[in-house]
């Protein structure tokens, strides 16, 4: 059983930074694609991030270009997202997922896993 587990997740300010974590449990989960999205309420859970297993490619959205990494732990089967320059547009309820397939990184469609969710608030 593949379980994902985020935290990091809090209230800052504009202009702060925070680094979220996502641990995949399951001593054989290997992922081919670890990815984060996040969900405004009302709207649908949106790209943010998204990075191929073993760091050989990453992708953005374009409004967190610059601002956002992320990268990849193998050895402890974790992906972070650090989170530099925070806007308050950035507040959202940020969720990890995993695909061990070689698919479409920006869909949700494409990701068989999903964390619980962690909430992250930019005041103004």
């Known amino acids: 059983q593949v379980q994902l587990v985020e935290s990091g997740g809090g209230l800052v300010q504009a202009g702060d930074s925070l680094r979220l974590s996502c641990a995949a449990s399951?001593?054989?989960?290997?992922?081919?694609?670890m990815g984060w999205f996040r969900q405004v309420p009302g709207k649908e859970r949106a790209f943010v991030a998204a990075?191929?297993?073993?760091?050989?490619?990453?992708w953005y959205v374009d409004s967190v270009k610059g601002r956002f990494t992320i990268s990849g732990d193998n050895a402890r089967n974790t992906v972070y997202l650090q989170m530099n320059s925070l806007k308050p547009e950035d507040t959202a309820v940020y969720y990890c997922?995993?695909?061990?397939?070689?698919?479409?990184?920006?869909?949700?469609?494409?990701?068989?896993?999903w964390g619980q969710g962690t909430q992250v608030t930019v005041s103004s």
């Open positions: 997922a995993a695909t061990q397939k070689p698919s479409g990184y920006a869909s949700q469609n494409s990701y068989d896993y």
């Open positions: 399951g001593r054989t989960f290997r992922p081919y694609i």
């Open positions: 990075i191929r297993w073993g760091g050989t490619a990453t």
